[in-house]
Nanobody
């Protein structure tokens, strides 16, 4: 099982980035996919989740209206489009896979995710 996240970088406040996470070695289409992030000196936190079909999504309040999660099951890839970026979005972003269907509260718990990518760094700074 492998999850490879990429697309991070340095961007100015108000800018945008698109993160991608490619999955290998498990049934991607049978898994919900999420993004978490960990800012310097802080605990890892939930950002967003998309269900198996791509038709259902969850977002943390801090990113709602600015970030959009999507997936392409034919490419075994999940995306996170991040717009109107703020300095407080600076973090290492991780993708994670979960084989269960969950309500929002359970979907935000990182212990419910058996598979994790290595993370990609997003820095929002002028």
């Amino acid at each position: 099982v492998q999850l490879q996240a990429f697309g991070g970088g340095l961007v100015q406040p108000g800018g945008y980035l698109r993160l991608s996470c490619a999955a290998f070695g498990f049934s991607f289409g049978s898994s919900a996919m999420s993004w978490f992030r960990q800012a310097p000196g802080k605990e890892r936190e939930f950002v967003s989740r998309v269900n198996r079909s791509g038709g259902g999504t969850y977002y943390a309040d801090s990113v709602k209206g600015r970030f959009t999660i999507s997936r392409d099951n034919a490419k075994n890839t999940v995306y996170l489009q991040m717009n109107s970026l703020k300095p407080e979005d600076t973090a290492v972003y991780f993708c994670a896979a979960d084989s269960e269907s969950r309500r929002y509260e359970a979907a935000t718990v990182e212990e419910n995710y058996p598979y994790w990518g290595q993370g990609t760094l997003v820095t929002v700074s002028s």
